[in-house]
Structures are given as structure tokens and as C-alpha cells.
């Protein structure tokens, strides 16, 4: 019995030490290491939207803007890189739809294209005149248009002086013997009135006085302008036609001012005439008119054209081309347009550079040269071999702003922070925080060309935001302060409604920089009292509204006006849907200031 006792409080001493270990080893461990591999893990569960990068939250949603999903913040894996790049993994790039280009140098080379007509040429346009007094008779050419072949008759005169004159000269023929200077001087007189020595001769042989003498076409051409009828008495020198010679003709383009640096005399210039279709004609630049037409903005350059078959008319549409080179020498750096982005004065580029952590961009301020259709020449801050991007630029811009890094529209860097609201206040945090940047009378307009491709819904929206925008300018047309703030609210609330989520990728992140320069004019137009404050903030306005119809391609109708003396001759845009031009920068003052600059279609 005691061996057995013994033998229990081993056998249950053995299992408390045995329960005891396994107690030791399934405890959560408290390691430090873990603890805080935990906690990093926790803090990087944070999501945001692709679209709207100030958007972020500890757990996956939707966007309280654009309703897109939102996705998990990637670790940031950039250092020893350029603190002021931004580092984009070729999945997030291709997912973005980022390319990219290498800058290089070529001959800046533009297709202009010109519109013009065809007119007469003036150095072929001649007046046929009457040589002696007298009453039209009878006219041989009775419309404008019919042609006339130089010496032929074109009408015949009664002329009392040639009757006189034929009187003399038949008593100076039978003194010619012992008088042959008179007779000469009876001769020379007859001549004068353009009556040729045949003429003379007739007269002498027949012995009588002739009372109706022919006038003679001095040109061959079409007659531009009958001046006189049947019966009509004209005096010595009076214009009877206007003929022209249409052998030559001139084809004059109209030239802006911003093209003429491109134009010089000697240019080939490509043409071809609406009426005349499949045809195609060719001529050089021979004139350039040193002045501007202070009304239209534009200047005139010169084709002569030999008409050989007299197919142009005169007042026949020409629409001609021109590959202009730009006058420097070498050749010259350029990039594609839509590598551009805009920000009022500012023009960047994201450059991508290349390092052991992989593929990063970053942000730099170019200055533009001229534009080459589809693309700029770059005066300064670009060098031949450097790559950039051309596509998804803005995707970049979204993922820089998101990073803190600078931006376009944060130059000087640092996260976008405006907290978690929702729906609307979201949006109108947006706004303010961007609105900080610009001056108050003057926001910086987001003027890319590139294009998208939207919605018919999402044009319709922006169609109605134009109409809106008509009856404030009208108002300020009218120097109607009260007026101008009444239709300003329906124009914001029409484009605080434009649904954001029928345009996605690059299309989006361009309407959310428009939508912030149209937010911020329409509410200066409605907040201040002063009708020059409104008058200032519609500057920008038009031409916010301008390039975001452009780039949506949003077919509207109307007119882009232009007045070069508004805010102290620097000018101003605005858009009207009548051709007429009213000035909603002066009203009264100066009414009609201005032109029409281009067609909206």
C-alpha cells in the first residue's frame, strides 16, 4: 500500500509539471518585436481614391465624391530617392495609362492653315474712259461681266467738238501746201482725242463730216462696273467701265497675329477652292500687309496666281497651308501638347528619372516657345535625351498631390488635408483649399488642349452650364450688378450638379481643375457687390469655360470675343452666342470694343 501511495503523487506530480509546460508554451507571446510588427500593420491599412487622392480612411469604402471604390495606400518604398519625386510602379503606370517620350531636338516646323479669297488683281484693273466730249449714242457692252477685247468698239458718241474739229481739218488739207503746220496741227488734234491715222485718213477720203464717233476698248477683260446708259452725255475722261484682266489674280489669306512670326515673303503656300473640289493649286507668299485690322485682329498675305484657264473667280473661298519653319537657327527641342499641364502662367512637365528604387517623376517648370500644332517648342527647362511623360499626366499630378510631394497645383509640395465630410462639403473643402493659391480676382486657369472622349449625359451638363453662363454675361453687358448676381446662382448650382462620375481616369482628374476655377469665378461674380469685381472675375471665367468645352468637345454654337483693351489693354475673352459684339468688360462706355476671334462648334 505505500509503494502505491508513492507511486500516485509521482504520477500526479508528473502531470503538473507536464500541464505547466504546455501553460508555458501556448501563451500569447508579449515579444516586443512582434508587438510592434502588429501595430505597423495596423497603421498601414489605410485606403484613398485613385481619383480624389485628399480622400483617406482606415478601412476600404466607396468615395464619398465619385462613389468609386477606394483602394489600399501602398507602402512607400522611395527612399534615398529625390525627396521632391514621386515614385509610380510600372502596374501602377500602366493602370494609369502613363507614357512616356525622350525630348528631342528637330526642326520646328507648323502647318498653318489659312482661309481667304480670291480677288481681282489691282494692277490689272482699268478704267475705260472717253477721249472727247460728247452724248452716248449707242453702247456696245450693256452688262457688267461681258467681256471685251481690246480696240473693239464699246460705244459710240455725237460729239459737237469732233464735228468742229473735222471742219478744220478739211480747210487745213487744202492749204496743206502752203500751210503744212497747220495742217499737222489739224491732224495732231484729232490724234489727241485717240482717233488712230486710219481714222484721219477716212475722213479726208470721204469728204464729210462724221457725227458719231466709236470709243475703242484701250484693255481686253471683263467689265467689273457699267457707269453710264443710252443717252447719257459724258465729258472728256469720264469712266464709261471698270474692266479687269483676269489672266492674274490674287488669292489673299487672312493672317492672325500670333501666326505671323511663322509668315514670311517666299512661302509656299498649298490651296485649294470650296467651289472647285479635288483641285489643288500652288503659289508663293508675294506680299505682306505691314498693318493690322484693328477690328478683327488679323493681317492680309498675298498670292499672285496665274488664272491661265480662268477657273478662279474673284470672291471664290480658298482655304490654303502653309509648313512654316521658325526663323532660328538648329533645330529646336519640342514635346507633345498633351505633355503639358497649365496653371495660369505656369507651364510643367513631369520628368521621369530613373535610380536603383525603381521608376520615379518629377515635376518641373518649362517655358513654352511657340505652338507647332500638336506640340511646343521648349525654350528653357528641358534638354535633349531627357524623358517625360506624354500620357496620364495627370494621374502623376493625382499620386504627387497624394504623396505630398509638388504639384501641379501645390508647387511647394505637402499632403492635401481635407478631412472626412461628405458629399458636398467634401467638394467645397476642396475648392477653398485650392482657391488659397490663386489671387482673388484672378484664378488660374486650367488651359491643356489634350481631348476626351465623354458621355453624351456629361456634355449635355456642361451645354447647360453655357447657356447659364449667357445671362450673366449679358448682365454685365447691361452694367447690371443685381442682375449679374440673380442669374449667377442657377449657373453654380448647375454646375455644382454635373455628375462627376460619368468621366473617369484623366478626363476626371481635369474636370475636378476646371470645376475649381468655375466654382471659384462664379462665386466671386455672386458674393461681391461691385460690378468690376464681377466684370474681373469674368475674365477667367470665359476662359475656364472656353477650354472645358474645347477639351470635352462639347458642341454649344456661338462665338469666342476678344477686346484688347480690357484690364488696362491687357484683354480679355468672352463667349456670346450672337456674332455681334458687345462688350460685357465696358457696357456703355465702349459697347462694340472688340472682335470676333473664333467660331465655337
Not at 478683327?296 to 498675298?302: D, K, P, Q, Y
Not at 518649362?366 to 535625351?385: C, F, I, K, R, S
Amino acid at each position: 500500500m505505500k509503494k502505491l501511495l508513492e507511486n500516485k503523487w509521482f504520477f500526479g506530480l508528473t502531470i503538473l509539471i507536464a500541464g505547466l509546460a504546455i501553460g508555458w508554451l501556448i501563451k500569447p507571446s508579449n515579444h516586443p518585436i512582434i508587438e510592434s510588427s502588429n501595430h505597423q500593420h495596423i497603421e498601414s491599412s489605410e485606403y484613398t481614391c485613385s481619383m480624389h487622392p485628399q480622400i483617406r480612411q482606415n478601412e476600404p469604402g466607396s468615395c464619398p465624391i465619385c462613389g468609386m471604390d477606394l483602394i489600399q495606400l501602398e507602402n512607400d518604398n522611395s527612399d534615398g530617392l529625390d525627396p521632391m519625386a514621386i515614385a509610380m510602379s510600372p502596374t501602377a503606370m500602366q493602370l494609369a495609362n502613363v507614357s512616356t517620350a525622350v525630348v528631342g531636338a528637330e526642326s520646328a516646323v507648323k502647318t498653318i492653315r489659312l482661309n481667304g479669297k480670291v480677288q481681282e488683281d489691282e494692277r490689272l484693273i482699268f478704267s475705260q474712259t472717253t477721249h472727247f466730249t460728247g452724248r452716248i449714242e449707242e453702247l456696245s457692252v450693256n452688262f457688267t461681266g461681258e467681256y471685251v477685247s481690246k480696240g473693239s468698239k464699246v460705244a459710240m458718241l455725237y460729239s459737237p467738238q469732233m464735228v468742229t474739229a473735222q471742219e478744220e481739218l478739211f480747210e487745213a488739207y487744202k492749204i496743206r501746201e502752203s500751210q503744212p503746220n497747220l495742217y499737222r496741227a489739224a491732224r495732231e488734234k484729232l490724234k489727241n482725242w485717240k482717233l488712230s491715222e486710219e481714222q484721219i485718213d477716212e475722213v479726208l477720203v470721204s469728204g464729210k463730216v462724221k457725227n458719231q464717233f466709236p470709243v475703242l476698248a484701250d484693255q481686253s477683260g471683263y467689265v467689273l462696273n457699267k457707269k453710264v446708259n443710252l443717252g447719257d452725255y459724258v465729258n472728256r475722261g469720264q469712266t464709261i467701265y471698270e474692266i479687269t484682266n483676269l489672266s492674274r489674280v490674287w488669292v489673299q489669306f487672312d493672317v492672325y497675329e500670333n501666326d505671323l512670326t511663322w509668315i514670311k515673303k517666299g512661302d509656299s503656300v498649298k490651296f485649294t477652292i470650296s467651289s472647285l473640289p479635288g483641285q489643288n493649286f500652288k503659289g508663293k507668299i508675294d506680299y505682306i500687309d505691314p498693318v493690322i485690322n484693328p477690328k478683327t485682329r488679323v493681317t492680309m498675305a498675298r498670292v499672285v496666281f496665274k488664272n491661265r484657264d480662268m477657273q478662279l473667280k474673284p470672291e471664290m473661298f480658298a482655304s490654303g497651308e502653309i509648313r512654316a519653319s521658325l526663323d532660328k537657327q538648329g533645330d529646336q527641342l519640342t514635346v507633345p501638347k498633351s505633355a503639358i499641364m497649365w496653371t495660369g502662367k505656369r507651364s510643367v512637365v513631369y520628368v521621369k528619372l530613373q535610380s536603383d528604387q525603381g521608376m520615379h517623376f518629377k515635376l518641373r517648370e518649362v517655358t513654352l516657345g511657340p505652338a507647332l500644332g500638336d506640340a511646343y517648342v521648349v525654350e528653357q527647362g528641358l534638354e535633349t535625351g531627357e524623358e517625360i511623360a506624354v500620357n496620364g499626366t495627370f494621374s502623376i499630378d493625382a499620386a504627387a498631390q497624394l504623396a505630398g510631394k509638388p504639384s501641379m497645383m501645390n508647387p511647394s509640395g505637402g499632403k492635401i488635408s481635407t478631412g472626412h465630410n461628405h458629399g458636398n462639403m467634401e467638394m467645397q473643402g476642396e475648392i477653398e483649399d485650392h482657391s488659397q493659391h490663386q489671387q482673388p480676382n484672378h484664378p488660374e486657369v486650367n488651359m491643356t488642349d489634350e481631348r476626351f472622349e465623354v458621355s453624351g449625359t456629361f456634355k449635355e451638363q456642361l451645354k447647360s452650364i453655357y447657356e447659364l453662363y449667357l445671362p450673366v454675361k449679358d448682365a454685365l453687358i447691361a452694367t447690371d450688378a443685381q442682375q449679374a448676381q440673380q442669374f449667377a446662382e442657377p449657373l453654380l448650382s448647375a454646375i455644382d450638379n454635373v455628375d462627376m462620375s460619368l468621366v473617369t481616369g484623366e478626363a476626371h482628374n481635369a474636370w475636378m481643375a476646371d470645376l475649381a476655377v468655375l466654382t471659384t469665378t462664379v462665386k466671386m461674380i455672386a458674393n461681391n457687390p461691385d460690378v468690376e469685381a464681377k466684370r474681373s472675375a469674368l475674365s477667367p471665367l470665359s476662359d475656364q469655360l472656353y477650354h472645358t468645352l474645347t477639351k470635352y468637345q462639347v458642341e454649344t454654337g456661338g462665338y469666342r470675343q476678344f477686346c484688347p483693351m480690357a484690364f488696362n489693354n491687357k484683354g480679355a475673352f468672352w463667349l456670346s452666342d450672337s456674332e455681334k459684339v458687345l462688350n460685357p468688360y465696358f457696357g456703355d462706355v465702349m459697347l462694340t470694343c472688340g472682335n470676333v476671334e473664333e467660331e465655337l462648334k
